[in-house]
């Protein structure tokens, strides 16, 4: 008798033979991080604004949390130089690989535990940061996801393409 084919509802996704494998990619992505073979950070960064929408009033920094293990940033020099009314300003797509398959759609699209977007008084960004060896900061470039992530379950790791925003914060992490 021919089995019956698994109905994705009755698959415990939490517990598949698949995710019991993230721990051992995430070391591996860790690994190459620890050689300094991933020389900068990439962070989830929130904004709160104290007007009613995003851009009214003054900006505050609601939370900074890194992105672990240090995800694979495809080479930036796909950002190009635009001239702009007030000077020159970057444009363009990051490609972001080998983000940790612990992380979910929500949290990469910077939704809370529920799946609400952000307030309109809030906004999410990216930022990669090449540090300045020797312990100084550099240029923190925002961007803001194109498109929702794609999760290759095969591969353990989520994949997103960033846009380059404008503006940025300062290098001492004040909203600007």
């Known amino acids: 008798m021919a089995r019956p084919f698994t109905a994705l509802s009755n698959v415990d996704l939490a517990n598949t033979f698949a995710r019991k494998f993230i721990p051992v990619a995430d070391g591996l992505r860790d690994l190459a991080t620890r050689l300094g073979m991933r020389p ?4 989830l960064v929130h904004v709160v604004w104290s007007g009613d929408e995003r851009g009214e009033g003054v900006p505050t920094v609601k939370h900074v949390a890194p992105l672990l293990p240090t995800p694979l940033v495809a080479d930036l020099s796909s950002l190009q130089e635009v001239v702009q009314v007030v000077g020159m300003d970057e444009a363009g797509q990051v490609r972001v690989s080998q983000i940790s ?7 990469l699209m910077g939704r809370d535990p529920s799946g ?4 309109p008084n809030e906004e999410f960004f990216y930022e990669i940061e090449y540090p300045v060896p020797g312990g100084g900061t550099g240029e923190l470039r925002r961007f803001f996801p194109s498109a929702a992530p ?5 591969r353990l790791e989520w994949v997103l393409v960033l846009e380059r ?3 940025q914060r300062d290098r001492d992490g004040s909203a600007t």
């Open 40 to 43: 900068y950070e990439v962070r």
């Open 101 to 107: 398959g612990r992380y979910t759609e929500d949290q």
């Open 116 to 119: 609400n977007p952000p307030a």
């Open 150 to 154: 794609s999760y290759y379950p095969g």
């Open 165 to 167: 925003q404008a503006g």
